[in-house]
């Protein structure tokens, strides 16, 4: 009985640990084992400093392509990660376009982002949107530019008030802003995880950290991330969009 009973055990442990060694490699977003800090990602990029260079994908075929260069400015230290890249995307009652940007993301000794740079531009490139966002001094500026001309541009606080006036440069209906306010405790939250986990990329396994930014329980971009640093394999769902490093089978 007794011995009956250590086999069933042993049995049982094996077949517990086999579904969670599953579930770990299948879907790690489903279990905190092998949660790692979202820092540690930053750590992997600046450790090595590789370069990524990936293909846009939708429905298999290419639509554009995306760069991302972290670096350390020798001088001062400071951190940065470069992201560039374009993508042509049809919005709903238009035509296909074709997107540009450049950003740059700062960082912190402790890898926190303390400023953004976005350059964004469509159709003729002669014409962009420039978004600067400083999360230390707690402001932003948005401005629309052609060429070197400054064609309009507004500075926000990055509180309430600043959103308010963001949603009225945008022309939202006083009423509808209301609403907006109303239903902002029913906006779903926004959560970044890290998990370990692998992937088989050219027919080679390979140890990587999956990066998520979820909605709720809505995956809005999620990332494989090599040891590295190097972006290996990315989704954003809500698009239809796949990133792959060019020239690998689909």
């Given at each position: ?5 250590i086999?069933?055990g042993?049995?049982?442990f094996?077949?517990?640990?086999t ?9 790690p ?12 990602v930053?750590?992997?990029?600046f ?7 990936l293909q ?7 639509v ?10 020798a ?6 990660v ?20 450049n950003?740059?993301?700062e ?14 531009s ?17 402001k932003?500026?948005?401005?629309a530019?052609?060429g070197k001309e ?8 990055l509180?309430?008030?600043?959103l308010?006036i ?15 306010k ?25 140890s990587t950290?999956?990066?998520?930014l ?8 999620d ?9 290996l394999?990315a989704?954003?769902p ?13």
């Amino acid at each position: 009985m007794v011995h009956r009973l250590i086999v069933i055990g042993i049995v049982g442990f094996w077949l517990a640990m086999t579904a969670l060694l599953v579930v770990r490699e299948l879907y790690p977003e489903m279990t905190q084992l092998n949660a790692v800090p979202v820092t540690y990602v930053a750590q992997l990029f600046f450790q090595h400093e590789q370069s990524s260079e990936l293909q846009i994908y939708s429905a298999a075929q290419p639509v554009g392509s995306l760069h991302i260069r972290p670096r350390t400015d020798a001088v001062t230290g400071m951190r940065a990660v470069d992201v560039n890249g374009n993508v042509s995307l049809t919005l709903p009652g238009a035509r296909q376009q074709k997107f540009w940007w450049n950003a740059v993301f700062e960082l912190s000794r402790s890898l926190s982002v303390d400023r953004i740079q976005l350059s964004l531009s469509s159709g003729e490139r002669s014409s962009n949107m420039v978004i600067q966002v400083d999360l230390i001094g707690r402001k932003a500026s948005f401005g629309a530019r052609m060429g070197k001309e400054i064609l309009s541009e507004t500075e926000i606080t990055l509180d309430q008030h600043g959103l308010d006036i963001l949603l009225a440069k945008a022309g939202v209906e006083p009423v509808l802003l209301q609403q907006i306010k109303a239903s902002r405790s029913e906006m779903p939250e926004f959560s970044l995880r890290a998990n370990a986990s692998s992937m088989v990329l050219a027919g080679q396994k390979l140890s990587t950290v999956l990066l998520t930014l979820k909605a709720g329980d809505q995956i809005l971009f999620d990332a494989h991330v090599s040891q590295l640093g190097q972006v290996l394999r990315a989704q954003a769902p809500l698009f239809g969009l796949r990133l792959m490093p060019p020239n690998l089978p689909q």
